[in-house]
């Protein structure tokens, strides 16, 4: 994490052990998931670890990224809650990706609720088609704008390609041509490719919306190329964010 330039300042150890996910990856890339992450540390963190900590964990955030499993169990729920309301006080952004994983919830309509909560509140939204069907919804921008979205949504759809709407103007992007390996974090690469994209440049016209939505969709393209999540987003960064960073005008 030091050397990818991680912050770990406001990281908490706990008894608990990091919790294990093993990955089958079919032939065509994609996958199936099974966790080992009962009693597991990542669900350990409490709303008292992140409020009492030396440094507040928002402090100089640009942005707060959730997504939908933080809330699935105690006392974690509590934690990210906690951080949605600290968000909402210090007017920081949220930004949320789905990630739906139905199988972690013991109610699919405690799931609906939770991620209709997060949805209404997104300055940015990330969903895949996974997604929605796995909530019973549209996989559509519309179905997700009848949920309460206001904000920015993206909706990834696999080789379908991807859409990008934020409500006064709407982009779309085929997919990227790439050999898919693996798509274990693709949709993760995909939204880490929109927000760097979005932090270098920042307008609000179609060119800027697209030239984003080119940056994502061609990390999380890169994501797919190589087994395991991270291993073939490493530099060099795909042609479309490269071009971002070297005329960006922000930090």
Not at 111 to 124: I, K, N, Q, Y
Not at 223 to 232: I, K, L, R, S, W
Request: charged content about 20%; some cysteine.
């Amino acid at each position: 994490l030091d050397e990818a330039g991680v912050d770990t300042t406001t990281v908490h150890r706990v008894a608990g052990r990091t919790g294990i996910t093993f990955v089958r990856v079919e032939p065509t890339g994609q996958r199936s998931f099974l966790f080992y992450r009962e009693a597991g540390a990542d669900a350990a963190l409490t709303a008292e670890m992140l409020r009492d900590g030396a440094q507040h964990p928002l402090e100089g955030a640009r942005a707060l990224v959730l997504g939908s499993s933080a809330l699935c169990v105690a006392p974690l729920d509590a934690a990210a809650r906690w951080l949605l309301a600290e968000a909402e006080a210090r007017a920081v952004p949220l930004v949320v990706d789905l990630n739906v994983r139905a199988h972690l919830w013991h109610d699919p309509a405690v799931l609906r609720a939770a991620v209709a909560t997060l949805v209404r509140r997104a300055a940015v939204l990330k969903a895949s088609d996974d997604d929605l069907t796995a909530l019973g919804w549209a996989p559509t921008v519309e179905a997700l704008r009848a949920e309460g979205a206001p904000g920015v949504v993206a909706l990834t759809r696999g080789a379908d390609g991807a859409t990008l709407d934020t409500g006064a103007l709407r982009v779309e992007r085929p997919a990227v041509p790439t050999t898919v390996r693996d798509a274990t974090g693709a949709g993760d690469a995909f939204l880490a490719g929109l927000l760097a994209a979005r932090s270098w440049w920042p307008g609000d016209t179609r060119d800027d919306w697209t030239a984003a939505l080119e940056a994502a969709s061609a990390l999380g393209a890169r994501a797919c190329e190589a087994v395991g999540a991270v291993t073939a987003v490493r530099a060099p960064w795909p042609e479309a964010l490269a071009r971002l960073a070297a005329t960006a005008t922000g930090p």
